[in-house]
């Protein structure tokens, strides 16, 4: 094999740039021809793909977002649209892809696998919601810029004897919201995994305010799963604090990549690209108990994710 792509696809991740850097300078090195793919899987079809050289990937370690572009291709599913993106593969000569990105995109490296590509996948998403991993590329930035913004609404929320309900992202994992709870201290956790129970979360406050003497609160909520606007009005009808929301959205996915993402990124490009000089496929790589391994793409799919059990034990220790 003497050449090979990289894609990064669906949500952009902190730290893709990272691993993009890695996949260009670690292959180079190893003697590989790397191209870049533009616009994920659906650039894969319509042929988007580049020589990327050494210096393509100077300056991006501190950049967010990915260089290559990203993009969620639904269509990627059917077998003439898989057939079109391997021909352009196979027309340059292309044996081996490494894919950045989540469980769909691993779907889509999987489909690849199967048909002859030699693919590895990398997790590359805010969710850190990839069985096998203990942490996806991107996961510990957006916490970041969950608890700086969760810290900034505590300033105001303790000024105004306020309670902010903040949404969060997770695509139904729940990872940035109890983490985030744990972090910033919030009164209240709400996720897939809590349940939602409005009447318990009004008399949970009313406690904070007349036992515990709070002037501020905090309740995470994970998105997709409740109106924060309504709760927020709710709060400020039947408690002592003003209710606000407010939906933090896609700045949780910006930003400069902590040290830890490019770090992991850094790890995790090298592995991949060592796997694909091994000639493996259909593998995703993992960090587990610190250390970079290999796993099937097939089971870090069907696998159940963590529950968290002792995380949500910890918050409710602690509030
Ligand atoms: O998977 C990453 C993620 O940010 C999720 O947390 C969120 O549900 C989704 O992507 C949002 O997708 P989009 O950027 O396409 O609106």
Known sequence: MRKIAVLTSGGDAPGMN????GIVRVGIKRGFEVYGVYEGYQGLVANQIEKLGYSDVSEVLAKGGTLLQSSRLLEFKEDAVQEKAIQNLKKRGIEGLIVIGGDGSYRGALALSRKGINCIAIPGTIDNDIHGTDETIGFHTALNNIIDA???????SSSHHRCFVVEVMGNHADNL???????CGSEVVITDKTGYDENQIIELLKVNEKEYHKRHAIVIVSERILDVERLAQRI????????????????QRGGTPTPEDRILASRMAEAAVH??????TGLCVCLKDSKIVAKSIDDALNEENENHEELYKLFYDLV
């Open 150 to 156: 969760v810290n900034k609404l505590r300033d105001t």
């Open 236 to 251: 400020s009808e039947e408690t002592g604090f003003s209710g606000r929301s407010i939906v933090l959205g896609h700045i």
């Open 177 to 183: 919201a109890i983490y985030a709870a744990i972090a």
């Open 18 to 21: 990272a691993a993009i850097r």
């Open 275 to 280: 796997l694909l000089l091994e000639r493996k």
